[in-house]
């Protein structure tokens, strides 16, 4: 078989189906296995011995998440969703649990006390009621919010919402506006397109090019004058080199020992000349 990820196989041992489904008896309402994933649907009363039996007696050690399922047309419209994992074996088990709006759950915190966090999103988002659980409060919305966000029938207009306003500066709550189209689906893959014009393309028709325009006429060759010849500048007669004066260094030796002319004071003995 070919590998196409790097991602441990998972692949339910085999007995394990059989196995879990006598372990668990009439507690079982219905079973099978998907994509190598076994799917317990057991009774609402039993969850807790249900998922004590999976935990203790067959190594699923790990709560890894609560989900709730919405199925409005059904008399027990929400469903609950329990997926455990065993590290030991590397297999998974999902177990469910149908219930009414007003049809309580027994909690399982007894079990995983990381529960009551995933019990409180359900309870949250669908309104199911968790008995047993000390601290079912809102855990996603905001304080005083009316209804469940996630199910079928929630509206998406009608609430209020609530922002820090910069103007105020306080939280205000204000009505929630959301377009009712975003609900609309067409389900068509966007590399095909829609068989229809969608809104804001009408703009986008582009319309017939126009005719293409004349070439223009060539423009009349000019022919370039040659330029005129650089005036030859006239030199100025050289001047005659002037003699270069005498250096003391160029003086003869017998100029430079000639005595200088002084008057010399004649002295008498009776005083100056």
Do not use: C
């Amino acid at each position: 078989m070919t590998v196409l990820h790097s991602a441990p196989r998972f692949v339910a041992e085999e007995g394990l189906f059989d196995a879990l489904k006598a372990s668990l008896g009439d507690l079982v309402v219905a079973a099978r296995e998907e994509h190598g994933e076994i799917v317990l649907t057991v009774r609402r009363e039993g969850i807790e011995d249900a998922l004590r039996t999976l935990r203790d007696a067959h190594d699923y050690q790990q709560l890894m998440e609560i989900a709730g399922v919405d199925f409005p047309s059904r008399p027990e419209r929400f469903e609950v969703v329990y997926m455990l994992l065993s590290v030991t074996l590397n297999h998974r088990v999902i177990v469910k649990v149908s219930a009414a709006e007003n049809t309580p759950v027994p909690t399982v915190t007894t079990l995983w006390p990381v529960a009551g966090w995933l019990e409180r999103e359900v309870f949250d988002m669908y309104g199911v009621i968790f008995a047993g659980n000390t601290d079912l409060r809102r855990i996603l919305t905001d304080y005083g919010f009316e209804g469940h966000p996630f199910r079928k029938d929630f509206p998406l207009t009608g609430y209020v919402e609530l922002r820090y306003s910069e103007e105020d500066k306080r939280v205000v709550y204000e009505p929630v506006k959301l377009a009712q189209d975003l609900r609309s689906f067409d389900f068509m893959s966007p590399w095909e397109g829609a068989d229809y014009v969608l809104p804001g393309d009408e703009k986008a028709a582009t319309p017939p090019p126009p005719p293409p325009a004349p070439a223009p006429a060539p423009a009349p060759v000019v022919k370039a004058e040659p330029a005129p010849a650089p005036a030859i500048k006239e030199e100025a007669p050289a001047k005659p080199a002037r003699k270069p004066r005498a250096r003391k260094a160029d003086v003869p030796v017998e100029a430079a020992e000639k005595p200088k002319r002084t008057r010399a004071k004649k002295k008498t003995d009776g005083g100056e000349a």
